[in-house]
């Protein structure tokens, strides 16, 4: 399970790292800050799996947890959305250092 939540991070980390590249060169391409949302990269990738996760919370959950994940969430930067979830991975899939040796009575 922690091998997979690390590789799960290192995935977000890359696709972060991704979406950032590319928002940066377009920002300095057009000589204004660009930045990409969630929602218009996911429209991009599976347009009918975006319209397939809002139909779900829409209707198992509700409008309003509709009405939040429209301002909320995919209204972020792609690439904080990602480095969010590689952060929340990564804390899933750590292992903290043995103490042994390491000041040991």
Do not use: N
């Not at 060169?25 to 990269?41: D, G």
Request: charged fraction near 10%; proline fraction near 3%; charge should be neutral.
């Amino acid at each position: 399970m922690r091998f997979l939540c690390r590789f799960f991070s290192f995935i977000a980390l890359v696709l972060a790292v991704g979406a950032g590249v590319t928002d940066s060169i377009e920002s300095v391409a057009s000589s204004a800050v660009v930045t990409t949302s969630f929602e218009s990269l996911w429209g991009d990738v599976d347009a009918s799996g975006l319209a397939l996760v809002k139909q779900w919370v829409a209707t198992h959950i509700g409008g309003w947890a509709l009405q939040w994940m429209q301002s909320a969430l995919l209204q972020q930067p792609a690439f904080a959305i990602f480095l969010g979830l590689a952060l929340v991975l990564w804390m899933a899939g750590y292992k903290r250092p043995s103490p042994e040796g390491r000041f040991a009575a």
